[in-house]
Structures are given as C-alpha cells and as structure tokens.
C-alpha cells in the first residue's frame, strides 16, 4: 500500500491510472477505521481499479471542540487493517494545510430542508464542514465512484446533493450500516465508550428495531412517545432527537403513508459521547 500525505503526490500517483483508463474509486475517512470502513473499501475495491483511501479529521465539521479533541486518532492500526486487505489502496493522509491551505474555514452552503432537521439542526455548520471537505476531497481525488456508510444517512444525502448541484462527475454509492453482533452500529465514536457504556448503547439499535417491528399496527406519535419513554427509563443515554421521516426528503413524518418509504433516525449521547443510528422501517 502507497502512502502519500500531500496532493501533489497523490496526483502524480493517480495520473498514470487516469492515462491508463483506471477506474479510481474513493472512500474519505476519519480515521479509527472499524469492520464498517472496511465494508466500503472491500466494496470499492470490487468495483474500482485502485481505491484512495483518505484520513483526515475534518475542523470545520466538528460544532464541539472536545469531540475533535477526543476524536480517535490511531494511524498506526488504521494503515495496519488497510494493508490486510491486501487490495491496490492509495491512503493518504493529508494535514490541514494540504486540504485547506492558510485558512481552516467551511464554505456556506444551501441544502435548504435536507440540513434544518436532525443533525444540521443540532450541530450547527457541520454539513457545510462536510461538504466543503468533501468538495475539496473530489477535487483532489477526482474519483469515478465515492463510497459513504448509511449510518451518516443524512449526511448521505447531502453529498448527493452536493454532486448534483456542482454537476460533479462522481457517482455516489451508499453502503449498508455494519453493526456489532449486539446490534450497535460500527462508529469510531465507539472506541471512546467504556465496556458498560457500549453494553448500554445497544438500546439505541434495540429501540430502531422495535420501531420498525411496531411501524404497521401503531401511529407514528405512539412511537414517538413509545421512544422517549424508554430513554426516559435509561439514565445513562440521554436521547437528543427521535424521527420518523421519509427516506428521500427526510421530511418527518406525521403518519404512515402506504406508498411512501421511512426511516427512523435517533440521535443520543452516552457519557459525553454521541451517537447516530438509523433504520429503514418499511
Ligand atoms: O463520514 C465521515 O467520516 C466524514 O464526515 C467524511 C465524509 C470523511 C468527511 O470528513
């Protein structure tokens, strides 16, 4: 596996595979790689000729500065599960200089309804920290396929709005959330949660599940209140949001329309670790 950790490099690295016709496909990271990464590059490599894989812990994205603080950094381990792969990877790991230049600041961007509710709601300027680095990223890059886990749903749907309003040429490829055998989904975050708190986290999947399972015999503000009672009940999660909204517009939901396609979306910190999951319900 090559590693470059600056763009001039890894341009002269992809420019043969661009001359040569090579399919480049893309999987941008922060680091604290888990199975769930791992799943796109897997993916990517499938479908790809060579697959760049980035690292970097985007600034402008972070709304709370212990979170950034605190995020896992361990390039180490990270570069050693990449290598097992055994696959044609390009990592680079770039420094915010090389991605930003003198200035770390995001770009103002208008998602309008996509990014008022749930975590552009709650994290004021994350997504146009996400989609001023991955603007940036795809520049450098130049990908023909870039890889993105559900678990960042929404954030999912604003990197296809992104391409589809700066008409970029990059096809967006949304993977499947990875989980714990115990059903908690695969998150860098998780490495910072305590044996009992990962043990007490499952009740975010736990809760998904029994939504979906109650989605067709109960209305929607019966889950609605179904959910906040049994945070209630569980002192050590602190529920911040819970939503019934339609899966392409994220639009939340009132009541349950035949034709349409939900999904539930919960947001809750443990500790002082937050944590995002969300499942299809029909
Ligand atoms: O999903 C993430 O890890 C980040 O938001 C991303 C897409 C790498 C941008 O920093």
């Not at 790689?33 to 697959?51: F, T």
């Not at 990223?137 to 309003?165: C, N, S, T, W």
């Amino acid at each position: 596996m090559i590693v470059v950790t600056d763009k001039k490099s890894l341009a002269s690295q992809l420019f043969s595979q661009r001359q040569n016709d090579k399919k480049i496909g893309f999987v941008p990271t922060m680091g604290a790689l888990h199975r769930g990464h791992l799943a796109l590059v897997n993916r990517a490599l499938k479908e790809n000729d060579i697959v760049v894989v980035s690292i970097y812990v985007n600034p402008t994205q972070f709304d709370n500065q212990t979170d950034l603080q605190k995020y896992p950094r361990i390039l180490q381990s990270d570069k050693a599960l990449l290598e097992g792969l055994n696959g044609n990877i390009l990592l680079y790991t770039p420094n915010n200089e090389d991605i930003y230049g003198e200035e770390v600041r995001s770009e103002a961007f208008n998602f309008s309804e996509l990014e008022r509710k749930m975590e552009g709601k709650y994290r004021k300027g994350h997504f146009d920290g996400v989609a001023t680095v991955v603007s940036k990223l795809f520049e450098i890059v130049k990908p023909h396929r870039a890889y993105f886990g559900e678990k960042d749903f929404q954030q999912l749907l604003i990197i296809k709005e992104l391409v589809r309003m700066k008409n970029l040429p990059v096809e967006i490829i949304g993977c499947p959330i990875v989980r714990e055998e115990n059903g908690l989904a695969m998150s860098s975050r998780n490495k910072r949660l305590t044996p009992e708190q990962l043990e007490k986290a499952t009740i975010i999947h736990q809760t998904l599940s029994d939504v979906r399972e109650k989605f067709e015999s109960h209305t929607i503000p019966a889950l609605n209140e179904m959910v906040r009672e049994r945070f209630l009940q569980e002192p050590s999660l602190e529920l911040e949001y819970f939503q019934i909204a339609e899966a392409s517009t994220l639009e939340e939901a009132k009541q349950n329309k035949a034709d349409d396609q939900y999904r539930a979306f919960i947001a809750a910190y443990c500790g002082e670790v937050r944590l995002i999951d969300n499942m299809a319900l029909n």
